[in-house]
């Protein structure tokens, strides 16, 4: 088993920043992809952007230039910058994780947190 806990959540005003943590804990060998996915009331979860292990990344259009996704692997912890917040940034954000490999041998492919959330508004 494989859990991930979002914080970092929080409220702030439009041009605002916010850092959000992703932990994971458990039985952990290693992680494959990660990334952090937002949801916003009445629409579909998205992808906000995702890193390999090796630190390769892909944002949205929505957020590139604005957002920094990173990660440390020695502690199976991923980060997610966000800098010039918008209000339409307003939504749960979600970490995932992607073939995590565990100390029994066992290959979780698909690993979701609670998600944390984050309102922009004045």
């Known amino acids: 088993q494989v859990q991930l806990v979002e914080s970092g959540g929080g409220l702030v005003q439009p041009g605002g920043s916010l850092r959000l943590s992703c932990a994971a804990s458990g039985s952990i060998l290693s992680i494959g992809n990660m990334g952090w996915y937002r949801q916003a009331p009445g629409k579909q979860r998205e992808l906000v952007a995702r890193i390999t292990r090796a630190g390769s990344t892909n944002y949205a259009d929505s957020v590139k230039g604005r957002f920094t996704i990173s990660r440390v692997n020695a502690k199976n912890t991923l980060y997610l910058q966000m800098n010039s917040l918008k209000p339409e940034d307003t939504a749960v954000y979600y970490c995932?994780?992607?073939?995590?490999?565990?100390?029994?041998?066992?290959?979780?492919?698909?690993?979701w947190g609670q998600g944390t959330q984050v309102t922009v508004s004045s």
């Open positions: 995932r994780a992607e073939g995590t490999r565990t100390l029994t041998g066992s290959l979780i492919l698909d690993s």
